[in-house]
């Protein structure tokens, strides 16, 4: 036995609403519905038991990836994934096996989001982590409107699927960051027939995280 740390439960509805996507930013709206993520906008919870949830992480087995609870084990699966997020969860696997690098992490702000390399190491150097702070992608690109020109469209739409994704499926410890390498999923994208291509490694990536 050993003693588990405090729990932390980390919210971040309130974030979420503070990017909407009204009429002026329907290219960017269209985008993120044609991804399969948009019904996560409203993914969040009010209300948590505290001790319901220690009871189910007491029970976790890392070992079996289940829980042994009284009746016998139980598990999550794709089919709950679907039914409670409704995403989809078809598509090929996705694993990010090494960690991204802080220049790497540069190179892909620099590269996906339109960022000078200055300010890709100051975003990087203040996280210390390849990471970036939502709340920097929410001042750099939730002011983004239709009038942009494409290029900063699809600046804004990967900025903005990356804050969701971080404020949902890869919520961290941190509770005000999202990682970089997440960046890797919206790479490929046509603002200008609305299209986002990379659908099935959007879905898979759920299975390889």
């Given at each position: 036995?050993?003693?588990?740390?405090?729990?932390?439960?980390?919210?971040?509805?309130?974030?979420?609403?503070?990017?909407?996507?009204?009429?002026?930013?329907?290219?960017?709206?269209?985008?993120?519905?044609?991804?399969?993520?948009?019904?996560?906008?409203?993914?969040?919870?009010?209300?948590?038991?505290?001790?319901?949830?220690?009871?189910?992480?007491?029970?976790?087995?890392?070992?079996?990836?289940?829980?042994?609870?009284?009746?016998?084990?139980?598990?999550?699966?794709?089919?709950?994934?679907?039914?409670?997020?409704?995403?989809?969860?078809?598509?090929?696997?996705?694993?990010?096996?090494?960690?991204?690098?802080?220049?790497?992490?540069?190179?892909?702000?620099?590269?996906?989001l339109g960022t000078t390399d200055?300010?890709?190491?100051?975003e990087t150097e203040q996280c210390?982590?390849?990471?970036?702070?939502?709340?920097?992608?929410?001042?750099?690109?939730?002011?983004?409107?239709?009038?942009?020109?494409?290029?900063?469209?699809?600046?804004?739409?990967?900025?903005?699927?990356?804050?969701?994704?971080?404020?949902?499926?890869?919520?961290?410890?941190?509770?005000?960051?999202?990682?970089?390498?997440?960046?890797?999923?919206?790479?490929?994208?046509?603002?200008?027939?609305?299209?986002?291509?990379?659908?099935?490694?959007?879905?898979?990536?759920?299975?390889?995280?």
């Open positions: 036995m050993y003693d588990r740390a405090p729990l932390k439960l980390v919210n971040h509805g309130a974030k979420l609403q503070l990017w909407e996507l009204d009429a002026e930013r329907s290219r960017i709206s269209e985008t993120v519905q044609r991804s399969g993520l948009a019904p996560l906008i409203s993914c969040s919870h009010r209300v948590t038991s505290r001790p319901m949830l220690s009871a189910f992480c007491e029970r976790w087995q890392p070992e079996t990836t289940t829980f042994h609870l009284p009746f016998g084990e139980m598990t999550i699966t794709l089919d709950d994934v679907a039914s409670i997020l409704h995403i989809p969860i078809t598509g090929s696997m996705i694993s990010f096996s090494q960690p991204l690098r802080v220049d790497n992490a540069n190179a892909l702000l620099v590269e996906l200055v300010e890709a190491s100051r210390r982590a390849p990471s970036v702070r939502l709340l920097w992608l929410r001042e750099n690109f939730s002011t983004i409107m239709d009038v942009s020109s494409d290029d900063d469209i699809e600046f804004a739409t990967r900025a903005f699927l990356l804050h969701l994704v971080g404020c949902t499926l890869f919520a961290d410890k941190s509770a005000t960051s999202v990682g970089v390498v997440y960046l890797e999923l919206f790479r490929v994208s046509r603002v200008a027939t609305l299209e986002f291509v990379p659908n099935d490694d959007l879905k898979a990536s759920i299975r390889g995280t």
